[in-house]
């Protein structure tokens, strides 16, 4: 599975990006799709999931800000991000695996990555 990220750029704070991710070699819809982020010193950290069936989960830094959402004819995961800080600064990879077993928050199951969008968010 090939997975490939768009979307990225700068940002002031407050405003709003749009992520996609598209998959190519694989069956898009029996995969869960997540999105992870790593800012310059730190380690990658989840941000959001979404299953097959359209089950969700977040990271509560996020919550109420981000929304993930998936395509399956278009094979594409989205990530709407809102209300966006300069703390959110950081770039941004696509995964995706077939078996979770803590909400999609361990990156460790994840088979699959991009190769990450940037993500600036300016003060």
């Known amino acids: 599975v090939q997975l490939v990220e768009s979307g990225g750029g700068l940002v002031q704070a407050g405003g709003s990006l749009r992520l996609s991710c598209t998959a190519s070699g694989g069956t898009f819809s029996s995969y869960v799709m997540g999105w992870f982020r790593q800012a310059p010193g730190k380690e990658r950290e989840f941000v959001r999931a979404i299953s097959w069936s359209g089950a969700r989960w977040s990271a509560d830094s996020v919550k109420g800000r981000f929304t993930i959402s998936r395509d399956n004819a278009k094979n594409t995961v989205y990530l709407q991000m809102n209300s966006l800080k300069p703390e959110d600064t950081a770039i941004y990879y696509c995964?995706?695996?077939?078996?979770?077993?803590?909400?999609?928050?361990?990156?460790?199951?994840?088979?699959?990555w991009g190769q990450g969008t940037q993500v600036t968010v300016s003060s």
């Open positions: 995964s995706a695996t077939k078996m979770i077993t803590n909400q999609g928050t361990d990156m460790s199951e994840y088979d699959y």
